[in-house]
Each structure stands twice: as C-alpha cells, then as structure tokens.
C-alpha cells in the first residue's frame, strides 16, 4: 500500500510542474470577486466580501490557493495581492458600502497589513477583516493587542464562519468584533428543521445581547431567507443575492 502511493506520488511530481511554479502562475492571474451582503429589510447593498480567484487551470478557488500557500510559506505575498485588489475596487463600491476581506491567521502579523501606508490601510474605514481561528494561532494578548491596533487604522473586524470549524465562541469574548458571520452550515436547510431553528435563534440572540451585528451567510432559498428574517437578522448573503462577481454591483433582483 505504502509503496503504491510512493509510485502514485512520484508519478505525479515527474509529470507536473512543482508547485511553486503553479502557485506562481495562479497568483499571477489572480483576481478578486465580490459577493453582496444585503440589507434586505431597506433593499440596500450593505457590504460586499472579496473573495480571491485564479483564472489559472490549476489553484482556481480560495481554498487551493490557500492551501497551496500555506504549504510554501506565501500566505503573505497572496494577502498583499488580495489587499492591493480591494483596495483599489474601493472607489467603485456604492456610497457607504463596507468591503469584508479574509485574513489568514498567519497574515495578521503581517508588518504590510498594518502600516498605514498600505493601500488598504488608507481606505480602512470601508473595510471588515473577517477572521477564523483556522490554523494554530498564539490566541494569547499578542492577538487582542494586534486586532487593537488595526482598529486604530481605522479596520472594522468580523468572526467569520461562527458555528463551523475553527470560530469557537470564546472569539466572541477575545475579539469583541464588529459583526460576527453565521456559517452557512447553520443556515442550510433552517426552514425545514426545527432544532437547527432554535440554535440558529438563540444564536442570534446572544449576539443581539452582546450588540454585535451578524450577518447569515449562504442564504440559497427564499424559505432560508424568510427563516432568517423571522428570527430577526436582517444582513444576509448568498447565491439568491448574488453570486461572486468582478463588479461591485447592487443584486439586480431581490
Ligand atoms: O469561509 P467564507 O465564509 O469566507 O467562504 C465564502 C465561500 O462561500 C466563498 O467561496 C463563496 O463562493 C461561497 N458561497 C457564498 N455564498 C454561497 C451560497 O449561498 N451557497 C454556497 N454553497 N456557497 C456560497
Ligand atoms: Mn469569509
């Protein structure tokens, strides 16, 4: 067995380039999409999340592109490129819009991140840094100390991805964020499912209790999204407001 996949590896790395050369061309060709986040109760575009892209064959989603830059030690040359792109989308966002960008862990210690040179830093009063606990990251004062700081630019912050994975609850207390962002997990399927109804609810109520804005992610159907709203979020996203675009543009139906 052990063998078997030894031959099947190197059968794979004579024929293919090494993976910094992928990783290269993907970053090359990299590009930033742009996903609504609505207001549905006002009809109004609250926000958009930039999501990184490649039109290379190989490395398209975030998730490769992640991936692979973490195995070669470039999650910070793939964050400057991400940043540099939505910083310069910035001056065609509708009026007041936010613009949620994910940061890697790894990336918050970033010096670029936080100078207030960098083109992001400049527009951070339009801008949400989403975090996950993702990978083992020093939770320790240095985190609460770094997120200080960037908040001091003028950066607003969102836990990301609540109830899946890595966002643990006790980032609630440690971050003290701007918005928290209810997984898409938590939100498939709550129309038909009572239990998940209730979590997702009390959920939503605890963070009311704390007064921090969430914003449901992954909304697909209008029974998700009249669940949603019964339950009082009114900050929504998902493919039945718009998939990932290059344009920073309003949904044209709701
Ligand atoms: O982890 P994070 O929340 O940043 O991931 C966002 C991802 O979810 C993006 O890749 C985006 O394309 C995807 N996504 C956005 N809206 C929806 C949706 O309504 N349904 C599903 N299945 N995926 C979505
Ligand atoms: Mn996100």
Redesign the pocket.
């Known amino acids: 067995m052990a063998v078997a996949i030894g031959l099947e590896q190197a059968v794979r790395e004579a024929s293919s380039p090494p993976l910094t050369t992928v990783f290269a061309r993907a970053l090359s060709q990299s590009f930033v999409a742009f996903?609504p986040i609505v207001s549905y109760a006002d009809r109004r575009v609250f926000g958009f999340?930039a999501?990184v892209r490649s039109n290379a064959g190989l490395l398209s989603s975030?998730a490769d592109l992640v991936a692979a830059a973490e195995s070669l030690g470039s999650l910070l040359p793939l964050g400057r490129t991400v940043r540099g792109a939505v910083a310069r989308a910035v001056p065609d966002a509708p009026a007041g819009a936010l613009l949620f960008v994910?940061v890697h862990p790894h990336e918050l210690f970033d010096p670029d991140l936080a100078s207030p040179d960098a083109p992001l830093s400049r527009v951070a009063n339009r801008v949400v840094l989403?975090l996950?606990e993702r990978a083992a990251v020093g939770r320790g004062p240095e985190l609460c100390e770094r997120i200080a700081m960037l908040r001091r630019l003028g950066f607003r912050v969102a836990v990301?991805?609540l109830g899946a994975g890595f966002s643990s609850l006790d980032l609630l207390a440690d971050l003290r964020p701007d918005f928290v962002?209810v997984d898409?997990s938590l939100v498939r399927r709550l129309d038909g499912d009572e239990t998940r109804r209730r979590i997702v609810g009390h959920l939503l109520a605890l963070l009311r209790d704390l007064g921090t804005p969430a914003v449901a992610?992954?909304?697909?159907t209008a029974g998700e999204r009249d669940a949603l709203l019964a339950l009082g979020t009114p900050l929504l996203?998902?493919?039945?407001f718009g998939l990932?675009g290059p344009n920073l543009v309003a949904p044209s139906s709701w």
């Open positions: 996903q999340e999501l975030a994910n989403e996950t990301d991805d962002k898409m992610e992954g909304v697909e996203q998902g493919f039945l990932p």
